[in-house]
T-cell receptor, first 114, second 117 residues
Framework: GDSVTQMEGPVTLSEEAFLTINCTYTATGYPSLFWYVQYPGEGLQLLLKATKADDKGSNKGFEATYRKETTSFHLEKGSVQVSDSAVYFCALSDQGGGNNDMRFGAGTRLTVKP | GAGVSQSPSNKVTEKGKDVELRCDPISGHTALYWYRQRLGQGLEFLIYFQGNSAPDKSGLPSDRFSAERTGESVSTLTIQRTQQEDSAVYLC???????????????FGEGSRLTVL
């Protein structure tokens, strides 16, 4: 079935460092791909998305490109801030493949130190 | 309310007891989802409701788990005869329609942390 595998954490970086969190997926159809973020004490919220191959999602300085050839959707940010400390979840939705739910990875905890 | 509300935020119970977890979705959202997140693992789909259609219960792990939703309002997830393996954070999400899952427009509550001793 459909699934998402993402880089295990935790990840600790210094402010202004470059961030990459890897995510790969398996799907039977043509999924949409997402990154959700959970800040301390808050619920998960959508960070960015891409609905077809080669699309790039971006928000708050974060980017991820939908790579069908490598079945990947890696999250990147060029210069992280302390306020980016959170748990990041990669997810897919494959309604064309017969699922009506969202499939999530295990989450990667990011801590950014000043 | 403005967001998805879940209660209780924390629940500690003894093995064998029944628990009820509540989710109050965003007003007007017809679709409602329950997920479970065990420590160090991803979100595991449990069940979703879409309006008055029959719910998709395909993710419920055993017959000890059940959920109800009245119309497009509050949902209750019930776990009977709890086991230690049920310890997890239970997350609720709502969206305008079931199709919103394809656009990522799910709105999550903060979750209910269940600990079974």
């Amino acid at each position: 079935g459909d699934s998402v595998t993402q880089m295990e954490g935790p990840v600790t970086l210094s402010e202004e460092a470059f961030l990459t969190i890897n995510c790969t997926y398996t799907a039977t159809g043509y999924p949409s791909l997402f990154w959700y973020v959970q800040y301390p004490g808050e619920g998960l919220q959508l960070l960015l998305k891409a609905t077809k191959a080669d699309d790039k999602g971006s928000n708050k300085g974060f980017e991820a490109t939908y790579r069908k050839e490598t079945t990947s959707f890696h999250l990147e940010k060029g210069s992280v801030q302390v306020s980016d400390s959170a748990v990041y979840f990669c997810a897919l939705s494959d309604q064309g493949g017969g699922n009506n739910d969202m499939r999530f990875g295990a989450g990667t905890r990011l801590t950014v130190k000043p | 309310g403005a967001g998805v509300s879940q209660s209780p935020s924390n629940k500690v119970t003894e093995k064998g007891k029944d628990v009820e977890l509540r989710c109050d979705p965003i007003s007007g959202h017809t679709a409602l989802y329950w997920y479970r997140q065990r420590l160090g693992q991803g979100l595991e789909f449990l069940i979703y409701f879409q309006g008055n259609s029959a719910p998709d219960k395909s993710g419920l792990p055993s017959d000890r788990f059940s959920a109800e939703r009245t119309g497009e309002s509050v949902s209750t997830l019930t776990i009977q005869r709890t086991q230690q393996e049920d310890s997890a954070v239970y997350l609720c999400a709502s969206s305008l329609t079931i199709l919103a899952a394809n656009t990522g427009e799910l709105f999550f509550g903060e979750g209910s942390r269940l600990t079974v001793l």
